[in-house]
């Protein structure tokens, strides 16, 4: 079992920062791949950025490409979430899953295990 929880949202303005993190419980977390999600009110749920067991593999929505970073530090159990340029339509619940699954499966959001959510508002 593995339990996720979203730290790091917030309320930020335009062209601001934000650094989310997702840690881990669970011996294992080392081995999953991990995704980031968000989901705006009225909306669905979209795929934003992955990274893969080791770290060493990423891949982002090319809306948040150049804007946004996913990183891992195993030895903490935790995967961040770097933003920067953040927009207004960057509104959202943001939220972290993992699962020992392949990167294209994290993109279709099919993994076991979800975090709570954290929010993120950006002002204009």
């Known amino acids: 079992q593995v339990q996720l929880t979203e730290s790091g949202g917030g309320l930020v303005q335009a062209g601001g920062s934000l650094r989310l993190s997702c840690a881990a419980s669970?011996?294992?977390?080392?081995?999953?791949?991990v995704g980031w999600f968000r989901q705006a009110t009225g909306k669905e749920r979209e795929f934003l950025a992955t990274?893969?067991?080791?770290?060493?593999?990423?891949y982002y929505r090319d809306s948040v490409k150049g804007r946004f970073t996913i990183s891992r530090d195993n030895a903490k159990n935790t995967v961040y979430l770097q933003m920067n340029s953040l927009k207004p339509e960057d509104t959202a619940v943001y939220y972290c899953?993992?699962?020992?699954?392949?990167?294209?499966?994290?993109?279709?959001?099919?993994?076991?295990?979800w975090g709570q959510g954290t929010q993120v508002t950006v002002s204009s």
């Open positions: 899953a993992a699962d020992e699954v392949p990167g294209y499966t994290v993109v279709r959001g099919l993994l076991k295990y």
């Open positions: 669970g011996r294992s977390f080392s081995r999953y791949a």
């Open positions: 990274i893969n067991w080791s770290g060493e593999d990423t």
